[in-house]
């Protein structure tokens, strides 16, 4: 799509824009742009209306709002997961909401990864997450492993994108087990899940994605591409608040499957309060349950999953492409000298939901934009992200954002700042 950086065509694009109404259902600060969704999306009226719905039950109902109230608790994890199988292109069984990143990355590679003979190693990249890296070197370490040989990390060739070519060389006959991020975080490339998965088993390899900053970005065809699993939070594009309890997605094909990890929420529910000491394994994505949900962190999600049903992934995703598309073309024209490099791709089909931005300067930077009443994401050493939201963001707040960018670096606001991150990033 063509672009005509200005404010008159921002206008024009926010004229037509069918998701328009859903920003009215966010609570946006006044004055303020927030472009940190990638991160923690905003609360939503609809996550506030089913969240205080979950409180009013517990108020009202006490231990019977397990069965009982607007959503029961004893299966709003299996609920919440037939809501977001849409999201991820697979059946309602394939998912549960569950745990949390993290968590359900320990328990898919408890599961998934069984060392046999020469396969014995597990392969990663250089440029995921690291909360990832530790949980899969801690894997290994229980397995007696050590993770300085055992995990294999594909090289960057420019320290900002990952190359399918580089991932399938390093799939040799010593890997037992795959696990990258669908979306990486700092570059928001999208890296070629169906490909990926394809050479994986035509190598007799399983393969997990790490789908953090992809869920409810872009469409997911995970069942269509055989993929094996996949983990994922809630809270950034799918806005659950923070610390919303994550999602899991397993293939129907591994159903039967014992949990590396088992925990009471695993058990079939007719079977649950049996209270034996034989545990009976749900046949679906439930199975990898742990421990008992936590409600009022699933609450919110009730209402977010409505929304996302209505506006349509697809129909997110070709906004959110709109948004990006209309950033970068922006930051081009007016930014152009000021040191900025733009470090995603621009290829539709490889750029998630959020621009990665680089500049020397970019801890600085951040802090001047939060003077300025804009939300950013800064990721050491030089990025600052900026995620447009396609349910929440217009056209002229992409632009306005670019307006303020370039205020910041002509008038040296951010000198005034030290160029180290806060705390929390």
């Not at 065809?221 to 608040?241: P, R, T």
């Not at 990006?324 to 791709?345: C, R």
């Not at 290829?347 to 003077?371: M, N, P, T, Y």
């Amino acid at each position: 799509m063509y672009f005509e950086p200005s404010l008159e065509f921002a206008q024009k694009l926010d004229e037509t824009d069918k998701l328009a109404k859903y920003r009215n259902e966010f609570y946006l600060k006044q004055d303020s742009i927030y472009l940190d969704g990638n991160s923690l999306g905003l609360l939503s009226k609809r996550s506030e209306k089913s969240l205080l719905q979950s409180l009013e039950d517990w108020k009202t109902l006490g231990i019977d709002g397990w069965m009982g109230g607007a959503h029961p608790w004893f299966d709003l994890s299996e609920k919440l997961g037939q809501m977001c199988a849409p999201l991820v292109g697979s059946s309602p069984e394939e998912v549960i909401v569950s745990g949390s990143t993290t968590v359900n990355l320990h328990q898919l590679v408890a599961t998934f990864y069984q060392p046999e003979g020469k396969r014995t190693k597990i392969l990663a990249d250089e440029l995921t997450f690291p909360s990832d890296i530790y949980a899969l070197q801690s894997q290994l370490r229980l397995r007696g492993y050590n993770p300085d040989t055992h995990l294999i990390q594909v090289k960057s060739r420019d320290g900002r994108l990952l190359e399918e070519e580089d991932i399938v060389a390093a799939m040799t006959d010593e890997i037992a087990l795959i696990v990258l991020p669908s979306v990486l975080y700092r570059s928001g490339q999208i890296l070629d899940m169906e490909r990926l998965t394809k050479e994986a088993h035509n190598r007799g390899i399983l393969i997990g994605f790490d789908a953090c900053h992809s869920v409810g970005a872009i469409p997911h065809h995970f069942s269509q591409w055989d993929v094996d699993f996949a983990f994922w939070c809630n809270y950034k594009h799918l806005n659950g608040g923070p610390g919303s309890v994550g999602g899991l997605y397993v293939n129907r094909k591994h159903f039967g499957t014992t949990p590396g990890l088992a925990g009471w929420f695993g058990s079939r529910k007719d079977k649950q309060f049996d209270m034996i000491h034989t545990m009976t394994v749900a046949d679906t994505a439930g199975a990898y349950q742990i421990g008992t949900p936590h409600v009022l962190s699933l609450a919110p999600l009730i209402g977010s999953f409505e929304m996302f049903a209505e506006a349509g992934i697809e129909n997110i995703r070709e906004k959110s492409l709109q948004l990006t598309g209309f950033l970068m073309d922006s930051i081009e024209q007016e930014l152009g000298g000021l040191g900025f490099t733009i470090g995603n791709p621009r290829d539709d089909k490889r750029r998630g939901g959020h621009v990665s931005l680089e500049h020397e300067e970019a801890a600085r930077i951040c802090k001047a934009l939060k003077e300025n009443d804009i939300v950013p994401d800064f990721r050491a050493p030089n990025i600052i992200r900026l995620a447009p939201v396609a349910l929440y963001t217009s056209f002229k707040d992409v632009w306005n954002s670019v307006q303020i960018l370039k205020k910041i670096m002509v008038e040296k606001q951010y000198e005034k700042f030290s160029n180290e991150r806060e705390v929390v990033a």
